[in-house]
């Protein structure tokens, strides 16, 4: 069974400052694997995707994703923070791209 | 293109009654997903239809059910409702080939209240 780990619920950064959100995974076959971004009262939007053609994926709004095979992470970075960045961010892992298991979401604060 | 769309965006409902949820993928999309998302469960996979067949389940109680129309729109159902069935529904919609390139795209979700 497929599923990830999101480390952290609650991430807080300085404005300007590097965003780093924390996933593993756990997957029986090659996983596809995501990072979506919630705002409130709306639905998902993708930030990016692996799909296996590269181990660092470059996603929407200068996020980016490294896909670590050894270490089972698929962590999401930002190099600067925005005050628009704040959202909640949800990894997911799927095997065919319809079926997705989705992380506990981590809430992402910019402070000014 | 338009996106997906999700009717009604809000539904308040009462306990012991049913209800429908609709969606309307993106033109040219042939599978449709639905998902739960509460503060507690977080979001869980209910349900996958392609080509109006169910193609995958997640694991919910078979009150929970779903079809899909020829025209790829696609309905699930809520039957004898409990509160802990207040959530957001969020349906997405792909292509639903699988490929690497296959992306799944969200709607703004349906808010159901159970009182």
């Known amino acids: 069974a497929q599923s990830v780990t999101q480390l952290g619920s609650h991430v807080s950064v300085s404005e300007g400052a590097l965003v780093l959100l924390r996933c593993n995974y756990s997957?029986?076959?090659?996983?596809?694997l995501f990072w979506y971004v919630q705002y409130p009262n709306q639905g998902l939007q993708l930030l990016l995707k692996?799909?296996?053609?590269?181990?660092l994926v470059k996603g929407i709004n200068d996020f980016e994703a490294e896909f670590k095979k050894s270490e089972t992470s698929f962590h999401l970075t930002k190099p600067s923070a925005h005050m628009s960045d704040a959202a909640e961010y949800f990894c997911?892992?799927?095997?065919?791209?319809?079926?997705?298991?989705f992380g506990a979401g981590t809430r992402l604060t910019v402070k000014p | 293109k338009a996106g997906v769309t999700q009717t009604p965006r809000y539904l308040i409902k009462t306990r012991g009654q049913q209800v429908t949820l609709s969606c309307s993928p993106i033109?040219?999309?042939?599978?449709v997903s639905w998902y739960q998302q509460t503060p507690g469960q977080g979001l869980q996979f209910l349900f996958e239809?392609?080509?109006?067949?169910?193609?995958n389940k997640g694991n919910f109680p078979g009150r929970f059910s779903g079809r899909q129309f020829s025209n790829s729109r696609s309905e699930m159902n809520v039957s004898t409702l409990e509160l802990g069935d207040s959530a957001l529904y969020l349906c997405?919609?792909?292509?639903?080939?699988?490929?690497?390139?296959?992306?799944?795209?969200f709607g703004p979700g349906t808010r159901l209240t159970v009182l």
């Open positions: 997405a919609s792909s292509v639903g080939l699988g490929t690497s390139t296959d992306t799944q795209y």
């Open positions: 997957s029986s076959v090659p996983p596809y």
């Open positions: 692996y799909t296996s053609a590269a181990t």
């Open positions: 997911a892992v799927s095997n065919n791209n319809n079926d997705m298991r």
């Open positions: 033109s040219g999309h042939r599978s």
């Open positions: 239809y392609f080509s109006e067949t169910q193609r």
